[in-house]
């Protein structure tokens, strides 16, 4: 089996920064890509930024230049830096994990979600 825990989430004022860790662990072989999804109240749950295996990164435009995602490849584990943060980034986070696993276990894996909130 394979897990998917985030942390890091909290309550931040507008124009401050948080950052999101996600770290995924059980019979992982690969993973080819991490990313980051959040939903806010009342709306569906979009892409924030996701990295590949290979390096590449790719961000939601209303995090362009504000959000950086990374990852430490040896402790399967990817980061979410957030800077300038804004009311409207008020969301619940997920990590998400494509993994390649022993066991018939590989697939897309998902985090339980941490609560960001940044107030005006």
């Known amino acids: 089996q394979v897990q998917v825990v985030e942390s890091g989430g909290g309550l931040v004022q507008a124009g401050g920064s948080l950052r999101l860790s996600c770290a995924a662990s059980?019979?992982?072989?690969?993973?080819?890509?991490m990313g980051w999804y959040r939903r806010a109240p009342g709306k569906q749950r979009e892409l924030v930024a996701v990295l590949t295996s290979g390096g590449s990164a790719n961000y939601a435009d209303s995090v362009k230049g504000r959000f950086a995602i990374s990852r430490d490849g040896v402790k399967n584990t990817v980061f979410l830096q957030m800077n300038s943060l804004k009311p409207e980034d008020t969301a619940v986070y997920y990590c998400?994990?494509?993994?390649?696993?022993?066991?018939?276990?590989?697939?897309?894996?998902w985090g339980q979600g941490t609560q960001v909130t940044v107030s005006s």
């Open positions: 059980g019979s992982i072989v690969s993973i080819n890509a």
């Open positions: 998400s994990a494509a993994v390649i696993a022993t066991m018939s276990a590989s697939g897309d894996y």
